[in-house]
């Protein structure tokens, strides 16, 4: 299944499992091995890698509890032949 990113904004100290709760996600709709991954910490911002249909769900929430998103998260892959 596809992944997306998702921005949201969280008071220190973060966490994954306190992300999950203010999104309303559960563990089969995180990627919790790509885990939460700061942007700008100084500002509250981190990303969450989520299922497409848990992107769209908290990205179109009108609680706004997201900040941005879905994003898209394409495999980054060489391009080419290796030299």
């Not at 942007?39 to 509890?65: C, F, H, I, K, M």
């Amino acid at each position: 299944m596809a992944k997306v990113l998702v921005t949201v904004r969280l008071t220190a100290p973060a966490t994954l499992e306190g992300a999950m709760r203010r999104l309303g996600l559960t563990e089969d709709e995180v990627d919790t091995g790509y885990g939460l991954v700061p942007v700008d910490p100084g500002r509250n911002l981190y990303v969450l890698r989520v299922t497409e249909e848990a992107g769209r769900r908290v990205g179109d929430s009108d609680a706004g509890a997201a900040d941005g998103g879905p994003y898209s998260d394409p495999p980054i892959e060489p391009y080419g032949p290796p030299r």
